[in-house]
């Protein structure tokens, strides 16, 4: 046997799950179990209870919100994310993204919820998260609160979630409509952890572009916005001096940590790249006009 | 805990079209459990980390890895492994497609392969060799014998789009009478 030995639990309710989870002290969730079996199979995680909430079906929806918004079950698996035709119509980026995640067999079993507890620091879903300004919406036996994107990712593998809380939905906030899109990520290969990925959204009214938001992941400790450079775009047309001057607002500060897989500077010129290159397709989506690359 | 504290859980799992029930410890793994507990030693399993995809299997219809998935997670699952198949003589098409392009050299592969490649199959278009290529990519072969695979793959593709094209005939002829 590769795990410790634990105790087994599978659920038929949110309310149960949450009893279960406050009952131990070293009790996990598991959902798909594709980031939390590796670790278990490690031994790197030694629970007493594993509470399994994968056929908690209550928590598998996509509910469409009047703001042209989405409210996500945590248990939405990242297949559905990457087919759904809800999610393409309302947020293109998703399945974009959802292509570089893994293999379709770990994209079978993974879910929303499960990915952004994990909170690798170079996973997609997380990543989109601050992306897309989610509000995280976790339950405890003691009731439930939000937290927005932004407070949710503290550490690599460490969230804002309490011991005893479980992620239930993400609700995501509608996008102007004709919205600029892209989303890119460098890996060794295909379905490998990104060593740097991008992610953009563009609104341009006549020519001008009205909100621009720029994510990153892979080059610092949790998923980030540059609010710098989505500062640079506001304001202005995408013209070569602007993709540089976002850049340099994007990348110039970024500390990536040094590791087998890359070396800092290397991550760095990752992220320049690609931030030139999501900048222009998101550009092209949103005018219709492929910018001319000088 | 110490193992002798863990009561152990009731699973029950219909593999290959056969129905079985036993009790697991809640820690063994799905790989491990259709090896040593029911014999079927045609799942291989390589890194037991979910790397190398060597221990695909289908569970209700999807590929999954099955040393990524607790025995008792599947309770109540349909799971088929390379066992159902084809038969010595009567190979799959996918399998015969592979023993035709020599898609496999040593075998320790192919099992994680079929079952990555059946789901592909019915997931994706396939269209170029590098949707084959990205569809196989969470499945190593040591032997490299990826070319072999590959090939096997799009004679597949062009096998299943033949026959969507004659159902989609044969349909708006149906319709036309």
Redesign the interface.
């Known amino acids: 046997m590769k795990p410790v030995a634990f105790d087994y639990c599978c659920p038929d309710s949110v309310e149960e799950a949450l009893e279960a989870l406050a009952s131990h002290e070293d009790a996990k969730l598991m959902a798909g179990g594709q980031s939390l079996m590796p670790m278990l199979n490690f031994r790197v995680v030694k629970p007493t209870l594993i509470v399994d909430i994968g056929k908690l079906i209550e928590l598998d929806y996509l509910r469409e919100l009047d703001d042209g918004g989405l409210s996500v079950g945590a248990l939405t698996r990242h297949r559905v994310m990457e087919t759904s035709n809800v999610v393409t119509r309302r947020f293109p980026i998703i399945p974009e993204t959802m292509q570089n995640v893994a293999h379709l067999a770990i994209r079978n079993r993974g879910t929303i919820g499960g990915s952004i507890s994990h909170a690798d620091p170079a996973a997609e879903l997380p990543m989109m998260m601050r992306l897309l300004d989610a509000t995280i919406v976790v339950r405890s036996v003691e009731g439930e609160r939000s937290i927005a994107a932004g407070d949710f990712f503290i550490a690599p593998l460490t969230t804002a979630l309490a011991e005893n809380e479980m992620v239930v939905r993400i609700d995501l906030p509608g996008l102007p409509i004709g919205m600029g899109w892209c989303f890119q990520e460098f890996a060794r290969r295909a379905g490998d952890f990104a060593l740097a990925a991008v992610g953009v959204l563009l609104d341009v009214q006549d020519g001008i572009i009205s909100e621009a938001r720029v994510a990153m992941m892979g080059v610092a400790d949790t998923p980030i916005r540059r609010h710098d450079a989505e500062a640079v775009l506001v304001g202005k047309s995408l013209t070569d001096d602007v993709i540089a001057a976002t850049v340099a607002a994007a990348c110039d500060s970024l500390e990536p940590s040094r590791d087998l897989h890359a070396s800092p500077d290397f991550r760095r010129h990752l992220a320049s790249v690609l931030t030139a290159r999501v900048l222009r397709t998101a550009w092209g989506r949103a005018t219709g006009v492929c910018h001319e690359q000088v | 805990?110490?193992?002798s504290?863990?009561?152990l859980?009731p699973v029950w799992m219909l593999v290959n079209g056969e129905a079985h029930e036993r009790l697991v410890?809640?820690?063994?793994?799905l790989s491990?459990f259709l090896r040593r507990d029911l014999n079927l030693t045609g799942t291989h399993v390589g890194c037991?980390?979910?790397v190398c995809?060597a221990c695909?299997v289908i569970v209700d219809g999807?590929?999954?890895?099955s040393?990524?998935?607790?025995a008792?997670?599947a309770?109540g699952c349909e799971v088929r492994t390379v066992e159902s198949m084809g038969t010595t003589e009567q190979l799959s098409p996918l399998q015969e497609a592979f023993r035709e392009h020599h898609g496999l050299q040593c075998g320790f592969c192919t099992p994680g392969m079929l079952a990555?490649c059946a789901?592909?199959l019915q997931?994706?278009s396939l269209d170029t060799d590098e949707e084959i290529?990205?569809?196989l990519?969470?499945n190593l072969c040591r032997c490299t014998g990826y070319q072999g695979i590959v090939e096997a793959v799009r004679v597949c593709v062009t096998g299943r789009n033949a026959l969507r094209d004659a159902a989609k005939d044969g349909s708006r002829k149906e319709q036309k009478r």
Do not use: F
Request: proline content about 5%; hydrophobic content about 30%.
């Open positions: 805990m110490s193992k504290d863990i009561p859980k410890e809640p820690r063994l793994l491990d037991e980390h979910g995809g695909t999807d590929s999954v890895r040393c990524l998935m607790l008792v997670s309770n990555t789901d592909a997931k994706y290529r990205d569809a990519s969470g």
